[in-house]
């Protein structure tokens, strides 16, 4: 039984410790590859906003610089701003009817 | 008991039937609404006078506006679109060729809805359309040469009303609904959808701008801006307004656009074409 609390608690820590193993490098590199698929989605909603676009291209721009900190930090403000005009998109889809002229 | 259960049924039914006829497409049903809606909320102003935009709601802005049209911006843009109307293609036609009656006096018949294509045909798609046909390089839909071009077109059609038709096909009908649905539909960071300023807020200022009506924004189309320093197209127009809302804009002649164009022009139908028109 002892045994197997050991190993539940190592498996558990497992993604920590490779979160922690991971360069800044490659946190920025898996973060901005995230917010680029989900503001791809937005588009394929319609519906980007400019503000994640300059926050990719900030990020980008960071990670040239060797400035990984900021560049992550940019980049999960880009997936936070992509999630947001996809949730506004998916409230417009019945929200707009209640502000039609009738 | 049984006549209970029947009550309640009939009573399911009615509100089932009211949710539908809210949703289903009714085109004379908006325009009327429209109509009464700001006609209500702007009782002083002539129908007419709609299409004047801006000026129509601030007599400040009229004033100088009247003054504005004793030697009015977008003169040259009349003048270079008459030259582009009749200089001759490679192939020796001119755009005047592609238009009825060489496209004088036609601005309030755009958009209409194609039949053959299913899709809306806005002017600015029928220029380019006409260039392209004849082999020449199309005009940018945000550029000079197509504002001017519409400037002149808009121009000879002067007091003209609007006279936008939705024929009882289901494509169009769904083209109407589609543009309607843009016009209302939040987006952009800011959230804001066109009926935001144009219906909710027309008349008020928007940092130092004022707010136009949405009935009859388009009969004044294209317009010089001082804001832009020139002349801007439709395109222009739509494409900017989703930018200062911290949109991306999509691209000119899009679906999207196309079919607002549609919706808009089809609530002011009955207006005069006043374009091309100045504003601030």
Known sequence: MRNKIIAALLLAALPVGVALAQSPQDQFKAAYEKAEATNKKAGELRNQWTVTANALKGAKAAADAGDFDKALKLANQAEALAQASIAQTEREKTLWKDAVVR | ?280
């Open chain 2, 1 to 280: 008991m049984f006549r209970k259960i029947l009550i309640s049924v009939a009573c399911c039914a009615i509100f089932a039937n009211s949710a539908l006829a809210a949703d289903s497409i009714n085109p004379e049903q908006d325009f009327k609404a429209f109509r009464q809606f700001f006609q209500s909320k702007f009782p002083k102003i002539k129908l007419d006078d709609f299409v004047n935009g801006p000026y129509s709601v601030d007599e400040g802005l009229h004033k100088q506006w009247l003054q504005k049209e004793e030697f009015p911006p977008y003169d040259f843009a009349v003048d270079k679109g008459k030259e582009l109307m009749a200089k001759p293609f490679a192939n020796g036609k001119t755009m005047a060729d592609c238009f009825p009656n060489k496209g004088i006096g036609i601005r309030q018949d755009y958009p209409y809805f194609d039949a053959k294509e299913g899709k809306v045909i806005t002017l600015e798609l029928a220029v380019n359309r006409c260039l392209e046909q004849n082999g020449e390089k199309p005009y940018s839909y945000t550029g000079d040469d197509m504002a001017s071009v519409t400037a002149y077109m808009a121009f000879t059609s002067r007091g003209k009303p609007f006279d936008i038709k939705i024929p009882n096909d289901p494509r169009a009908l769904a083209a109407y609904e589609h543009g309607k649905q843009y016009f209302y539909q939040r987006r952009g960071q800011l959230n804001f959808s066109c009926a935001s300023c144009h219906v909710q807020s027309p008349g008020e200022l928007i940092r130092s701008e004022r707010l136009a009506p949405a009935l009859g924004i388009l009969n004044a189309m294209p317009i010089y801006r001082s804001e832009w320093g020139g002349m801007g197209t439709i395109s222009r127009r739509f494409t900017s307004c989703n930018s200062q809302v911290r949109g991306v804009p999509l691209k000119p002649q899009d679906a999207e656009y196309r079919d607002v164009e549609y919706y808009l022009s089809y609530m002011a139908n009955g207006l005069p074409i006043s374009g091309p028109g100045a504003r601030p």
